[in-house]
């Protein structure tokens, strides 16, 4: 009776990252419905969240898996922002002859040094777990919400709504 019980729970639970199913449509929907005064913040996590409610999600490895494919969602979106950011800011230095400051060298400067930051804030998240098991979940957390935020702002300087 024990090992039919044990079998089961060990098949209602995915053994592996593969097993899980990820959709990236919470965070999409959130994002869609955003108004032109909103920011975003709520939308961090949605589908991290909703992927960890599967069976077995709440586990290391699910929490990993959710995680790690939503930094990969929101890595995607920075990458497009600050692309488009750049693009936008290069047409506006060829329109400054005159400053001093170029605004895309500017923009690269603050991203470079903005992943260091995020990579050693999260670092230190992780560390805190002092080589446990919550380490890669804390380290992933930190990184997809300091990636969505960096995101938003990329956005909002994009569409001058700072």
């Known amino acids: 009776m024990r090992l039919t019980i044990l079998l089961a729970a060990l098949i209602a639970v ?9 959709d990236p ?5 959130c994002l869609a419905t955003l108004s032109d005064n909103a920011q975003g913040y709520d939308c961090i996590g949605r589908a991290a969240t909703a992927c960890m409610e599967q069976p077995g999600g709440e586990t290391t490895i699910g929490m990993g898996f959710c995680l790690d494919a939503e930094l990969g ?11 488009a950011l750049r693009a936008d800011l290069t047409a506006q230095d060829a329109d400054r002859t005159n400053a ?8 690269r ?5 903005w992943i260091g930051f995020r990579d050693a804030r999260c670092s230190f998240e992780a560390a805190q777990w002092q080589g446990g098991t919550g380490s890669s979940p804390a380290f992933l957390g930190c990184a997809v919400n300091m990636t ?3 995101t938003l702002y990329l956005w909002s300087v994009l569409h001058g709504a700072r």
């Open 100 to 107: 001093a400051i170029s605004l895309s060298d500017s923009a």
């Open 148 to 150: 969505a935020e960096q």
């Open 25 to 29: 449509a919470p965070t999409e929907r």
């Open 14 to 22: 995915p053994a592996t990252a593969a097993e899980f199913r990820f």
């Open 109 to 113: 400067d603050m991203q470079r040094a």
């Open 73 to 83: 969602l929101w890595d995607d979106k920075l990458n497009g922002a600050y692309q």
